[in-house]
Protein backbone atom coordinates (compact mmCIF):
# COMPACT_ATOMS: atom_id res chain seq x y z
CA UNK A 1 0.00 0.00 0.00
CA UNK A 2 2.77 2.57 0.76
CA UNK A 3 4.18 1.79 -2.14
CA UNK A 4 1.26 2.03 -4.23
CA UNK A 5 0.59 5.68 -2.28
CA UNK A 6 4.58 6.58 -3.54
CA UNK A 7 3.70 6.12 -6.81
CA UNK A 8 -0.10 6.97 -7.13
CA UNK A 9 -0.08 10.22 -5.46
CA UNK A 10 -4.15 11.30 -4.63
CA UNK A 11 -5.74 13.07 -6.84
CA UNK A 12 -8.57 15.83 -6.62
CA UNK A 13 -10.97 16.91 -9.40
CA UNK A 14 -13.19 19.70 -10.19
CA UNK A 15 -17.22 18.53 -9.67
CA UNK A 16 -19.42 20.91 -9.42
CA UNK A 17 -17.25 23.51 -9.40
CA UNK A 18 -16.11 21.80 -5.92
CA UNK A 19 -12.69 20.18 -5.60
CA UNK A 20 -13.39 16.20 -4.81
CA UNK A 21 -11.12 13.20 -4.64
CA UNK A 22 -11.06 11.56 -8.00
CA UNK A 23 -12.19 8.37 -6.61
CA UNK A 24 -15.53 9.54 -5.39
CA UNK A 25 -16.11 11.62 -8.45
CA UNK A 26 -15.71 7.83 -10.20
CA UNK A 27 -18.79 6.32 -8.11
CA UNK A 28 -20.25 9.61 -7.93
CA UNK A 29 -23.58 7.60 -9.55
CA UNK A 30 -23.57 5.04 -6.74
CA UNK A 31 -23.12 7.76 -4.36
CA UNK A 32 -25.93 9.82 -5.37
CA UNK A 33 -28.22 6.96 -5.73
CA UNK A 34 -27.16 6.18 -2.21
CA UNK A 35 -30.81 5.17 -0.47
CA UNK A 36 -31.02 7.32 3.11
CA UNK A 37 -33.57 5.48 5.74
CA UNK A 38 -35.66 8.05 7.72
CA UNK A 39 -34.12 7.10 11.21
CA UNK A 40 -30.04 7.63 9.67
CA UNK A 41 -28.45 10.14 11.55
CA UNK A 42 -26.04 12.40 9.08
CA UNK A 43 -23.38 14.45 10.68
CA UNK A 44 -22.20 16.66 8.25
CA UNK A 45 -19.18 19.60 8.35
CA UNK A 46 -16.11 20.89 6.56
CA UNK A 47 -12.90 18.66 6.76
CA UNK A 48 -11.63 19.66 10.35
CA UNK A 49 -14.46 20.92 11.87
CA UNK A 50 -15.15 18.35 14.54
CA UNK A 51 -16.68 15.63 12.78
CA UNK A 52 -15.11 13.00 14.47
CA UNK A 53 -16.28 14.18 18.18
CA UNK A 54 -19.17 15.22 17.31
CA UNK A 55 -19.29 11.44 15.84
CA UNK A 56 -18.80 9.92 18.96
CA UNK A 57 -20.86 12.01 21.19
CA UNK A 58 -24.16 10.93 18.85
CA UNK A 59 -22.82 7.49 18.83
CA UNK A 60 -23.08 7.10 22.65
CA UNK A 61 -26.17 8.89 22.58
CA UNK A 62 -27.64 6.20 20.24
CA UNK A 63 -26.19 3.73 23.03
CA UNK A 64 -28.22 5.67 25.65
CA UNK A 65 -24.21 5.99 27.10
CA UNK A 66 -22.92 2.38 26.68
CA UNK A 67 -18.88 3.20 26.64
CA UNK A 68 -18.26 -0.97 25.87
CA UNK A 69 -20.43 -0.74 22.70
CA UNK A 70 -19.02 2.80 21.73
CA UNK A 71 -15.50 0.67 21.65
CA UNK A 72 -16.97 -1.97 19.13
CA UNK A 73 -14.90 -0.84 16.11
CA UNK A 74 -12.90 2.18 14.89
CA UNK A 75 -15.04 5.62 14.27
CA UNK A 76 -14.19 5.38 10.09
CA UNK A 77 -15.91 1.73 10.62
CA UNK A 78 -18.68 2.45 13.07
CA UNK A 79 -19.71 5.32 10.62
CA UNK A 80 -19.08 5.28 6.79
CA UNK A 81 -18.05 7.84 5.33
CA UNK A 82 -20.44 8.54 2.54
CA UNK A 83 -18.62 9.68 -0.70
CA UNK A 84 -15.47 7.47 0.24
CA UNK A 85 -13.94 5.26 -2.50
CA UNK A 86 -10.68 3.77 -0.31
CA UNK A 87 -9.19 1.77 -3.73
CA UNK A 88 -6.59 1.14 -3.41
CA UNK A 89 -7.16 0.06 0.34
CA UNK A 90 -9.37 -3.35 0.80
CA UNK A 91 -12.42 -1.51 1.76
CA UNK A 92 -15.79 -1.00 1.43
CA UNK A 93 -16.64 2.14 -0.37
CA UNK A 94 -18.57 4.69 2.19
CA UNK A 95 -22.00 3.71 -0.04
CA UNK A 96 -21.44 -0.12 0.64
CA UNK A 97 -20.72 0.07 4.43
CA UNK A 98 -23.57 1.92 4.99
CA UNK A 99 -25.74 -0.42 3.09
CA UNK A 100 -24.78 -3.37 4.94
CA UNK A 101 -25.16 -1.19 8.28
CA UNK A 102 -28.64 -2.42 10.65
CA UNK A 103 -30.71 0.72 11.70
CA UNK A 104 -30.30 3.28 12.82
CA UNK A 105 -27.48 3.93 11.15
CA UNK A 106 -24.97 7.43 12.18
CA UNK A 107 -23.25 8.63 8.64
CA UNK A 108 -20.75 11.00 7.80
CA UNK A 109 -20.38 13.22 4.56
CA UNK A 110 -17.93 16.28 4.43
CA UNK A 111 -19.93 17.18 0.95
CA UNK A 112 -21.34 20.86 0.43
CA UNK A 113 -24.73 20.67 0.95
CA UNK A 114 -25.89 20.58 -2.93
CA UNK A 115 -24.18 17.55 -3.69
CA UNK A 116 -26.01 15.42 -0.34
CA UNK A 117 -27.83 12.33 -2.10
CA UNK A 118 -31.63 13.50 -2.69
CA UNK A 119 -32.70 10.84 -0.78
CA UNK A 120 -31.69 12.40 2.48
CA UNK A 121 -33.78 15.24 1.89
CA UNK A 122 -36.79 12.75 0.36
CA UNK A 123 -36.55 11.05 3.88
CA UNK A 124 -36.19 13.86 5.97
CA UNK A 125 -33.52 12.61 7.36
CA UNK A 126 -31.63 14.34 10.70
CA UNK A 127 -28.67 16.38 9.92
CA UNK A 128 -25.95 17.69 12.47
CA UNK A 129 -23.90 19.88 10.72
CA UNK A 130 -20.61 20.85 12.96
CA UNK A 131 -19.27 24.54 12.11
CA UNK A 132 -15.65 25.72 12.96
CA UNK A 133 -14.24 29.06 12.53
CA UNK A 134 -11.97 29.09 8.95
CA UNK A 135 -8.85 29.92 10.68
CA UNK A 136 -8.50 27.43 12.93
CA UNK A 137 -10.00 25.28 9.89
CA UNK A 138 -7.08 25.80 8.10
CA UNK A 139 -4.40 25.27 10.36
CA UNK A 140 -6.16 22.09 11.38
CA UNK A 141 -6.70 21.37 7.56
CA UNK A 142 -2.90 22.20 6.86
CA UNK A 143 -1.47 19.81 9.23
CA UNK A 144 -3.96 17.38 8.32
CA UNK A 145 -3.07 17.50 4.82
CA UNK A 146 0.33 16.95 6.06
CA UNK A 147 -0.14 13.60 7.49
CA UNK A 148 -2.90 12.20 5.65
CA UNK A 149 -1.34 10.21 2.47
CA UNK A 150 -5.10 10.04 0.97
CA UNK A 151 -4.94 13.96 0.22
CA UNK A 152 -2.61 16.04 -1.56
CA UNK A 153 0.20 17.57 0.24
CA UNK A 154 -0.78 21.49 1.05
CA UNK A 155 2.69 22.74 0.04
CA UNK A 156 4.31 25.60 1.76
CA UNK A 157 2.18 27.42 4.66
CA UNK A 158 2.05 30.38 2.39
CA UNK A 159 0.65 28.43 -0.59
CA UNK A 160 -2.06 26.87 1.73
CA UNK A 161 -2.52 29.82 3.14
CA UNK A 162 -3.79 31.52 -0.64
CA UNK A 163 -5.43 27.73 -1.42
CA UNK A 164 -7.84 27.56 1.40
CA UNK A 165 -8.93 31.49 0.92
CA UNK A 166 -9.22 30.63 -2.50
CA UNK A 167 -11.67 27.63 -1.99
CA UNK A 168 -9.13 25.42 -4.06
CA UNK A 169 -8.47 22.54 -1.22
CA UNK A 170 -10.84 19.66 -1.06
CA UNK A 171 -14.40 19.52 -0.25
CA UNK A 172 -14.14 23.11 -1.84
CA UNK A 173 -14.27 26.77 -0.64
CA UNK A 174 -15.35 26.50 3.55
CA UNK A 175 -17.53 30.24 3.04
CA UNK A 176 -19.84 28.12 0.56
CA UNK A 177 -19.80 25.11 2.71
CA UNK A 178 -20.61 26.58 6.40
CA UNK A 179 -23.46 29.48 4.19
CA UNK A 180 -24.76 26.73 2.16
CA UNK A 181 -25.30 24.58 5.69
CA UNK A 182 -26.90 27.85 7.62
CA UNK A 183 -29.57 28.12 4.91
CA UNK A 184 -30.90 24.75 4.48
CA UNK A 185 -31.31 24.95 7.68
CA UNK A 186 -34.57 27.00 7.77
CA UNK A 187 -36.44 24.00 5.45
CA UNK A 188 -34.54 20.53 6.64
CA UNK A 189 -34.08 18.92 10.31
CA UNK A 190 -30.72 19.98 10.69
CA UNK A 191 -29.05 20.82 13.93
CA UNK A 192 -26.27 23.73 13.17
CA UNK A 193 -23.75 23.27 16.03
CA UNK A 194 -20.40 25.74 16.52
CA UNK A 195 -17.30 23.39 17.07
CA UNK A 196 -15.98 26.61 19.52
CA UNK A 197 -19.32 26.64 21.80
CA UNK A 198 -18.82 22.50 22.33
CA UNK A 199 -14.82 24.15 23.41
CA UNK A 200 -16.82 26.28 25.94
CA UNK A 201 -19.47 24.11 27.00
CA UNK A 202 -19.94 20.77 26.02
CA UNK A 203 -22.23 19.70 28.54
CA UNK A 204 -25.00 22.55 26.96
CA UNK A 205 -24.09 21.67 23.58
CA UNK A 206 -24.43 17.60 23.93
CA UNK A 207 -27.99 18.69 25.84
CA UNK A 208 -28.72 19.93 22.43
CA UNK A 209 -28.13 17.18 20.62
CA UNK A 210 -29.75 14.77 22.99
CA UNK A 211 -32.97 16.87 22.41
CA UNK A 212 -32.50 16.71 19.01
CA UNK A 213 -32.35 13.40 18.74
CA UNK A 214 -34.89 13.04 21.20
CA UNK A 215 -33.38 11.57 23.94
CA UNK A 216 -33.39 12.39 28.00
CA UNK A 217 -30.68 11.04 29.85
CA UNK A 218 -29.98 11.21 33.87
CA UNK A 219 -27.43 13.43 35.14
CA UNK A 220 -25.19 10.43 35.11
CA UNK A 221 -24.98 9.32 31.78
CA UNK A 222 -24.51 12.88 30.27
CA UNK A 223 -21.20 12.73 32.78
CA UNK A 224 -20.28 9.43 31.06
CA UNK A 225 -20.51 10.84 28.03
CA UNK A 226 -19.09 13.86 28.53
CA UNK A 227 -15.97 12.32 29.93
CA UNK A 228 -15.85 9.99 27.45
CA UNK A 229 -15.65 12.34 24.36
CA UNK A 230 -13.13 15.13 26.28
CA UNK A 231 -10.07 15.84 23.84
CA UNK A 232 -8.00 13.77 26.60
CA UNK A 233 -10.26 10.70 26.98
CA UNK A 234 -10.64 10.48 22.38
CA UNK A 235 -6.60 10.88 22.25
CA UNK A 236 -5.88 8.09 24.33
CA UNK A 237 -8.57 6.17 22.36
CA UNK A 238 -7.85 3.99 19.85
CA UNK A 239 -11.54 3.81 18.69
CA UNK A 240 -10.98 7.39 17.74
CA UNK A 241 -7.71 8.22 17.10
CA UNK A 242 -6.88 6.53 14.33
CA UNK A 243 -3.93 5.01 15.64
CA UNK A 244 -5.01 1.81 14.29
CA UNK A 245 -4.19 3.12 10.61
CA UNK A 246 -0.44 2.49 9.02
CA UNK A 247 1.60 5.21 8.51
CA UNK A 248 1.59 4.46 4.77
CA UNK A 249 -2.25 6.38 5.39
CA UNK A 250 -2.32 8.75 8.53
CA UNK A 251 1.49 9.34 8.86
CA UNK A 252 0.73 10.47 12.84
CA UNK A 253 4.63 10.76 13.20
CA UNK A 254 4.46 14.12 11.19
CA UNK A 255 1.31 15.21 13.29
CA UNK A 256 -1.78 13.25 15.58
CA UNK A 257 -5.23 13.50 14.21
CA UNK A 258 -5.92 14.50 17.52
CA UNK A 259 -3.59 17.39 17.48
CA UNK A 260 -4.73 20.40 19.68
CA UNK A 261 -8.50 20.51 20.05
CA UNK A 262 -8.55 24.33 20.73
CA UNK A 263 -9.87 27.77 19.80
CA UNK A 264 -7.08 30.26 18.72
CA UNK A 265 -3.95 27.93 17.56
CA UNK A 266 -4.27 29.83 14.31
CA UNK A 267 -2.35 32.75 16.10
CA UNK A 268 0.05 30.40 16.44
CA UNK A 269 0.77 30.12 12.17
CA UNK A 270 -1.04 32.89 10.99
CA UNK A 271 1.24 36.00 10.56
CA UNK A 272 0.04 39.59 10.21
CA UNK A 273 0.12 40.42 7.21
CA UNK A 274 -1.65 37.25 6.29
CA UNK A 275 -4.51 37.54 9.15
CA UNK A 276 -4.99 41.39 7.28
CA UNK A 277 -5.97 39.54 3.77
CA UNK A 278 -7.75 36.81 5.75
CA UNK A 279 -9.99 39.55 7.73
CA UNK A 280 -10.76 41.50 4.70
CA UNK A 281 -11.74 38.78 3.05
CA UNK A 282 -14.09 37.20 5.34
CA UNK A 283 -15.74 40.52 5.53
CA UNK A 284 -16.60 40.48 2.07
CA UNK A 285 -17.69 36.40 1.30
CA UNK A 286 -19.35 36.44 5.04
CA UNK A 287 -21.77 39.84 4.51
CA UNK A 288 -25.06 39.69 5.12
CA UNK A 289 -24.83 35.87 6.23
CA UNK A 290 -26.23 36.28 9.30
CA UNK A 291 -23.77 33.53 10.62
CA UNK A 292 -21.11 34.36 13.28
CA UNK A 293 -18.02 32.78 14.13
CA UNK A 294 -15.85 33.23 17.24
CA UNK A 295 -12.11 32.82 16.95
CA UNK A 296 -11.23 32.51 20.57
CA UNK A 297 -13.15 32.34 23.41
P1 LIG B 1 -7.00 20.36 15.65
O1 LIG B 1 -6.24 19.92 14.44
O2 LIG B 1 -7.18 21.86 15.68
O3 LIG B 1 -6.44 19.85 16.93
P2 LIG B 1 -12.33 16.31 12.22
O4 LIG B 1 -12.73 15.20 13.11
O5 LIG B 1 -13.45 17.04 11.59
O6 LIG B 1 -11.26 15.88 11.26
O7 LIG B 1 -11.69 17.43 13.16
C1 LIG B 1 -10.45 17.23 13.79
C2 LIG B 1 -10.21 18.37 14.75
O8 LIG B 1 -11.08 18.22 15.88
C3 LIG B 1 -8.80 18.39 15.29
O9 LIG B 1 -8.48 19.77 15.52
C4 LIG B 1 -8.96 17.60 16.57
O10 LIG B 1 -7.97 17.79 17.52
C5 LIG B 1 -10.30 18.15 17.06
N1 LIG B 1 -10.96 17.26 18.04
C6 LIG B 1 -11.21 15.95 17.94
N2 LIG B 1 -11.79 15.47 19.06
C7 LIG B 1 -11.90 16.52 19.90
C8 LIG B 1 -12.40 16.68 21.24
N3 LIG B 1 -12.90 15.66 21.92
N4 LIG B 1 -12.36 17.93 21.78
C9 LIG B 1 -11.86 18.96 21.09
N5 LIG B 1 -11.35 18.88 19.84
C10 LIG B 1 -11.38 17.67 19.25
Keep these: LAQHMEHHPPKMEEFQGVLLPESTCQIWDQIHNFQAREDDILIATYPKAGTTWMQEIVDLIMLN ?9 PCFIKVPFLELN ?7 SGVEA ?4 ESPRLLKTHFPVDLVPPSF ?9 VARNAKDCLVSYYFFQKMNKGLPDPGTWDEYF ?3 LAGKVTWGDWFDHV ?3 WKAKDHHKILYIFYEDMIEDPRREILKVMKFLGKDFPEDVVQKILQ ?3 FKSMKNNPVVNFSCLPESVFDQSVTSFMRKGTVGDWKNHFLDSQNLIFDEEYKKKM ?9 EL
Design 228 to 230: HTS
Design 287 to 295: AGSGLDFRT
Design 65 to 73: GDVERSMRA
Design 86 to 92: PKPMPMQ
Design 162 to 164: SSF
Design 179 to 181: IGW
Design 121 to 129: WEKNVKIIY
Design 98 to 101: ADAL
